[in-house]
């Protein structure tokens, strides 16, 4: 076993990181080889409750995991970190316009951004999931200059997996026998999810969505809408947001980082928009599908994109515009 990575979680005391850690530290994202540093960040008033989560960690007696190191200041934090997954951010309370929203966390993207640029390592990898994470990510990009643009991505493999799910639980296949669904643009209830070049297994055959579902108007509709709307959804039903899932897509995303696509098959994440095929705006922090190798990603170019899907990526990449100017404003005076 080699020398062990560093690995920042920040919102180490909530709900999503309590189903994220375990399994970052048993070797389900890194490799089962691969020993650990985990260090944990949250804000002042939660240190009792991330105590706790220090002792969980230590009780789970896992031999990859070399040291917790829990902290409410940036600059312990960030100290040469080689994977950053940022899902601290403030939550949306009632009443409160997405405006408000965005305005709380520029504030806290442009001060981690910051210490990113400072502290970390240029090779760090950062995983924004706290919402609007797109736009969240973008700031923190923007905050480090010094670190490469594509060494940022957000996490739109949540909607990515509800999406392989629904069609999965619709043709009564495995999750694992749909691939190559694509979520284009923001991680909010604008995102398009496509299953145009999507793949199914159905007995051992592998034939396009369209084709096996034969439902048009269904895919075109619920199943979009469903998608869009899910995280609404378990809000509803849980009275909380998505965390076990959220934790599960983290960990998809991030080995997919670390070890690369599968052959033949794309994911979803936010990525730079910038020399993409598919006429996205430039500077924007947008949902494409990628290939990785080598711990780098490349947009999966010459998909061809018919009016329909061309009107839906145009929609949620309007909405990431004018979430940028906004964040853009806020972050000259923040």
């Known amino acids: 076993q080699g020398e ?24 389900d994202v890194f490799g089962k ?6 260090v944990l960040l949250d804000i002042t008033p939660t240190m009792g409750v991330l105590e706790g989560v220090v002792m969980e960690l230590q009780d789970c007696a896992l031999p990859l995991l070399r040291e917790v190191i829990p902290t409410d200041k940036e600059e312990v934090a960030f100290k040469d970190i080689d994977v950053a997954i940022l899902v601290g951010s403030m939550p949306r309370r009632e009443g409160m316009e997405r405006k408000d ?3 709380a966390n520029v504030k806290i993207f442009k001060s981690q951004g910051a210490a990113l640029d400072k502290y970390a390592k240029k090779t760090v990898k950062v995983v924004v999931v706290g919402n609007p994470a797109n736009t969240n990510c973008l700031i923190a ?32 296949v495995t999750a694992n026998d749909v691939k190559n669904v694509i979520i284009w643009g923001n991680h909010s209830s604008t995102q398009y999810p496509d299953v145009n070049h999507a793949k199914v297994n159905v007995k051992g055959k592998e034939v396009g969505v369209y084709e096996a579902i034969k439902d048009d ?10 998608v869009q709307q899910r995280g609404a959804a378990v809000i509803k039903a849980r009275k909380l947001s998505s965390a076990m899932s959220a934790a599960k897509a983290i960990c998809d995303h991030v080995r997919d980082i670390w070890f690369g696509t599968p052959a033949g098959e794309f994911v979803s994440m936010g ?9 996205v705006p430039a500077d924007l922090l947008y949902s494409f599908p990628v290939v990785i190798k080598d711990k780098t990603w490349k947009f999966v170019d010459g998909l061809s994109i018919n009016d329909f899907s061309r009107e839906k990526m145009a929609l949620t990449a309007k909405e990431l515009t004018e979430e940028k100017e906004t964040a853009v404003e806020f972050l000259s005076s923040a």
């Open 4 to 27: 062990p990575i560093r690995v920042l979680v920040t919102g180490a005391a909530g709900q999503i990181a309590y189903s994220l850690l375990y399994s970052i530290a048993k070797g």
């Open 33 to 38: 080889e691969q020993p650990l540093i985990l």
């Open 101 to 103: 929203l965005l305005k």
């Open 141 to 172: 990009s923007k905050s480090a200059p010094s670190i490469p643009k594509e060494n940022f991505s957000c996490l739109t493999r949540l909607d990515h997996n509800r999406a392989k799910s629904q069609i999965a639980l619709k043709l009564g």
């Open 217 to 226: 108007s269904w895919l075109k509709g619920d199943f979009i809408l469903t």
């Open 271 to 279: 990525v730079i928009s910038d020399g993409n095929s598919y006429g």
